[in-house]
């Protein structure tokens, strides 16, 4: 089986039948988007077609594929459906928790039906990370009682929380110890909030979670209580290349459809062949540091590099299609329109400050 040069090896999944999936996807992702939709249906044929078990070990019904393979298949789907693909790493970070922990009957409990989408589980783990560490009072305290955990707080920012029958979150003791827990949605004390109105990405129903006296039996603890729970285990961090992907994703979808435009237009070519190359390049960087072949000696192979030009060229190349299709491109549900909000939304989610501040100083032609 032949496979693309950036890659390795060939994608377990790059079948007729997965290039029947993204052409689903990419059919329905104009109206997820317009209609603020859950992606029900997006995520049965993600289910159909054995996505959903990507991260799932063996032992349970996945695949699990590594980590190179796993960056291919969400920058593929990304191209085809970034609200589904995004809602996925939120699905895919909670199941490499639960997979990574050492809970093994929790994991025989929740893996196979996760795996085939009878369950669906997100994370909730911003305020433990990069979101409100500065404020004096935790966002979710938690009190420890014999075996059993109470949690007080909110969650902020949990992607498709009611939807959710679990929530990988956690939050923190009175000596400062943190817990990180696969909490059941339906438990006393459990209130969803009416999601946020986003620039994009409405249809990941993107809202808080919360927590007044809500008890946990020991069972749904994942790690903890330990300083700083999120270092422990298994999941994908801030900055990873996992975000990357998406952004290269978009990326390719807006330059495919430059390129398409410069079909009848020989003025538009000059243009899309940098845009072209640059993707290209940074497609090989992506899969490079993938494979963890980054060293002192490559800085372009950081992940804090590669997110840094792939927001960078997900937002000139969005732009640059909207130039193209002029008028066309900016009514509302036209790819270009779409494009570019989708863009906007890589300057904020998981970004590090360095990330904004190179950002920044883009913006204001400060770039060496």
């Known amino acids: 089986m032949t496979h693309p040069e950036f890659l390795s090896q060939p994608a377990p999944f790059d079948t007729p039948d997965f290039d029947t999936l993204l052409a689903d996807l990419s059919r329905h992702a104009a109206q997820v988007d317009q209609n603020a939709t859950w992606p029900e249906w997006q995520f049965s044929r993600l289910a159909d077609e054995g996505v959903l078990g990507w991260v799932i070990p063996n032992e349970y019904g996945g695949s699990e594929i590594d980590s190179e393979m796993l960056i291919f298949g969400y920058e593929r789907l990304a191209t085809a459906c970034l609200t589904t693909t995004f809602i996925l790493t939120q699905r895919n970070g909670a199941c490499q928790r639960i997979a990574g922990c050492g809970n093994v009957e929790l994991k025989a409990e929740l893996l ?3 795996c085939t989408g009878r369950l669906f589980a997100t994370v909730g783990v911003s305020h433990l990370t990069t979101s409100r560490q500065h404020l004096t009072q935790p966002a979710v305290q938690v009190e420890m009682a014999d075996d059993m955990f109470v949690l007080n707080g909110q969650i902020p920012w949990v992607t498709g929380a009611k939807p959710a029958d679990y929530v990988v979150t956690g939050g923190t ?52 209580p330990v300083e700083g729970v999120m270092s422990h285990g298994q999941g994908g961090g801030t900055g990873s290349v996992a975000t990357s992907s998406l952004a290269v ?28 190359a640059e993707w290209s390049n940074l497609r090989f960087n992506l899969y490079s540091a993938a494979r963890g072949e980054a060293t002192p000696d490559t800085p372009h192979l950081t992940s804090e590099s590669i997110r840094q030009r792939a927001n960078s060229l997900a937002l000139r190349s969005t732009q640059a299609l909207l130039a ?10 036209h790819p270009a329109e779409r494009g570019i909000r989708e863009a906007m939304f890589f300057l904020v989610w998981s970004c590090p ?10 913006f204001a032609c400060l770039v060496d």
Request: proline share 6%.
């Open 112 to 114: 196979p039906n996760l």
């Open 173 to 224: 003791c009175e000596d400062g110890r943190q817990v990180l827990i696969a909490l059941p949605t339906d438990l006393d004390g459990v209130s969803m909030e009416e999601p946020s109105s986003l620039l994009a990405l409405d249809g990941s129903l993107t809202g808080s979670i919360g927590l007044d006296n809500v008890t946990v039996d020991q069972h749904y603890l994942l790690a903890g």
């Open 249 to 276: 994703g978009l990326a390719g979808r807006s330059i495919a459809l430059l390129m398409h435009e410069s079909d009848g237009r020989p003025d538009l070519r000059d243009i899309v062949e940098p845009f072209a």
């Open 324 to 333: 193209a299709t002029k008028g066309a491109g900016f009514v509302s549900g």
């Open 353 to 362: 400050q360095p990330i904004v501040t190179a950002a920044l100083r883009e």
